[in-house]
């Protein structure tokens, strides 16, 4: 798929090609896992989900899915300064 096709700006190709989706759509993707499970869980469960993508030989899927873990611990856990 050419993501320059369907998205509109700079910043949303950006996102497509990084996340595979909005940013804005991830946390509240998992936000009902986090208040259930705890992030620590969902974060695992997630990671979990990469390697079964990998072993699948699917890598962009799984380059996608780090991508979106990296997000949710960078809002959840405010890493940056």
Known sequence: MNTE???SSPREV???DCFGCDPDEILP???GSID???LPMVL???LSDVQELIARNQNEEARLTINRVKFIIDRKLKVRG
């Open 5 to 7: 096709e369907t998205c």
């Open 14 to 16: 950006f996102n497509k």
């Open 29 to 31: 993707s998992v936000e």
């Open 36 to 38: 259930r499970s705890g």
């Open 44 to 46: 695992m469960s997630m």
